[in-house]
T-cell receptor
């Protein structure tokens, strides 16, 4: 069964450093997403990406964040100058079309120290 | 007011019980509705989409009431493996497929 894969599974970084989280969406999917979940809280939308551009982003997704699809398979989330409050589980997801079922990767646990 | 609200839980039920989850959404422009389940520290996994006519998948039944902006999930004959957090999820038109999650309701099925 096709799945969304994310690397790394766990990343520890020092405050102020840049991190790049990587995702390989399901191959025939056209929409790609990043979500995050702070421990004990709900899953929050960060950004959606379609046709090589951002189609929607939340207020959380400020200038500190950027996304890129550098080739035909990878989808990345870059967080510049990480803060302690960026510590969370980051989930990548993909779907065949916008408002239909999205499938999630297993997540990257980001710990900022 | 939260856009998606769920029963706070947790629900503790014996094996074989029937359990119902309730969810309300505040934005009438919501277009698509889903139930996801999330095991501890794992990714959300799609359980089922929710259609206006209601739909069933084995022991699981989902209902949607657009007039009341209410969604439900019924699990019959609950199994130990049903223990998880159940997430009510909605999306709106023209928002790039953005999913809006409820806080989730935790279910614990005991032997």
């Amino acid at each position: 069964e096709p799945e969304v894969t994310q690397t790394p599974s766990h990343q520890v970084t020092q405050m102020g450093q840049e991190v790049i989280l990587r995702c390989v969406p399901i191959s025939n999917h056209l929409y790609f997403y990043w979500y995050r979940q702070i421990l004990g809280q709900k899953v929050e939308f960060l950004v959606s990406f379609y046709n090589n551009e951002i189609s929607e982003k939340s207020e959380i997704f400020d200038d500190q964040f950027s996304v890129e699809r550098p080739d035909g398979s990878n989808f990345t989330l870059k967080i510049r100058s990480t803060k302690l409050e960026d510590s969370a589980m980051y989930f990548c997801a993909s779907s065949r079309a916008g408002p239909i079922e999205a499938f999630f990767g297993q997540g990257t646990r980001l710990t900022v120290v | 007011r939260k856009e998606v609200e769920q029963d706070p839980g947790p629900f503790n039920v014996p094996e074989g019980a029937t359990v119902a989850f309730n969810c309300t959404y505040s934005n009438s422009a919501s277009q698509s509705f889903f139930w996801y389940r999330q095991d501890c520290r794992k990714e959300p996994k799609l359980l089922m989409s929710v259609y206006s006519s209601g739909n069933e998948d084995g022991r699981f039944t989902a209902q949607l009431n657009r007039a009341s902006q209410y969604i439900s999930l019924l699990i019959r004959d609950s199994k130990l493996s049903d223990s998880a957090t159940y997430l009510c999820v909605v999306s709106r038109r023209n928002q790039g497929g953005k999913l809006i999650f409820g806080q989730g309701t935790e279910l614990s099925v005991k032997p």
